[in-house]
């Protein structure tokens, strides 16, 4: 495909702003129901460790302020969420699941800060050990996010039906993977392994919608029959 700047920074754009509010209709929605059952607060959780290694990322190469942003946002509303799974699921106080979070974030800014001092001047200098420790923490950040979707199918497993998850938080993680991957493909050079990253955290959200249009149905159906059961006996 040709280079297009243009589209590049639409698209680019467009992915970041569904990557940064992605988590804004899932908060919303524990906090409505006051619960988090069928969310796993490890998806949360990893989504929010991998914000320093992405931020630490943008920061070191500098990148725009939006692409900046994102992560920091998008870490701190996973944070908010994995808090309101200690409160709703696992029944700690509000201000024991906040001091748990804080000790988190502080912990996790702390370790960014470290990451970008440790290598802002050495890859402003050319080293090459640099730029290749640089390029690790914005694909690891990546593969933390696709990781962090395993305890949720896990979870699906053992439930036997999606439940919990917004519907809206998928299908912005899954309209924000495609956007980047179209950004990265009207860039005069396709960055393989990042495109790679991207399309597979769609392709495991993909999984999760066919998992919600399947086994939902069946769930309900199941509830029924129960049910139908119970009031015969």
Not at 46 to 61: C, M, R
Request: charge should be positive; glycine fraction near 8%; include cysteine.
């Amino acid at each position: 495909m040709l280079s297009n700047p243009i589209a590049e920074n639409v698209f680019g754009t467009l992915g970041t702003i569904c990557w940064t509010v992605q988590l804004v209709p899932q908060i919303w929605k524990s906090w409505r129901e006051k619960s988090t059952e069928g969310l796993s607060p490890w998806l949360v959780l990893l989504w929010g460790v991998s914000a320093p290694f992405l931020g630490a990322y943008t920061l070191i190469l500098n990148l725009s302020v939006p692409l900046i942003l994102e992560p920091h946002f998008f870490g701190s509303l996973c944070l908010v969420s994995w808090c309101q799974c200690q409160h709703y699921a696992h029944h700690r106080s509000w201000r024991t699941s906040t001091s748990m979070t804080l000790a988190i974030a502080l912990l996790l800014a702390g370790f960014e800060a470290g990451l970008v001092f440790g290598l802002r001047l050495l890859f402003d200098a050319g080293s090459a050990p640099a730029r290749h420790a640089t390029q690790f923490l914005g694909v690891f950040g990546s593969v933390l996010i696709g990781l962090g979707l395993v305890p949720q199918f896990v979870e699906i497993w053992r439930r036997r039906e999606v439940v919990g998850i917004s519907k809206l938080l998928l299908a912005l993680d899954m309209l924000g993977g495609v956007c980047m991957d179209l950004s990265l493909a009207f860039k005069d050079r396709f960055n393989v392994v990042t495109g790679i990253t991207y399309t597979l955290i769609v392709v495991l959200e993909s999984g999760l919608v066919i998992a919600m249009l399947i086994l939902n149905p069946r769930a309900e159906k199941r509830r029924q029959r129960e049910e139908s059961a119970r009031l015969e006996a």
